[in-house]
């Protein structure tokens, strides 16, 4: 009777690591896509800001040299 229990514990025990890895995995996918999202939006910014000094170069007639 005592190997049947321990199975049953172990197996028990394995699934309760297992819950806790995935909710740990699963935190930091959010943490992950929160950064990306992050970035996404700060390189589109930088894009504008590009964009409109391109837009403002050529409305002077100025050309680098």
């Known amino acids: 009777m005592f190997w049947p229990m321990l199975a049953i514990a172990l197996g ?3 699934i309760a ?6 909710v ?7 943490r992950l896509g ?3 999202t ?4 700060r390189i589109n ?3 504008e800001d590009l964009e ?6 050529t ?3 100025e050309t680098l040299r």
């Open 52 to 57: 409109r000094a391109a837009t403002n170069l």
């Open 45 to 47: 910014r930088a894009a």
């Open 17 to 22: 690591v297992l819950g806790v890895l995935a």
């Open 59 to 61: 409305a002077t007639g």
């Open 38 to 41: 992050s970035t996404t939006e």
């Open 34 to 36: 929160h950064q990306v």
């Open 12 to 14: 028990f025990l394995g």
């Open 24 to 30: 740990k995995v699963f935190i930091e996918a959010q």
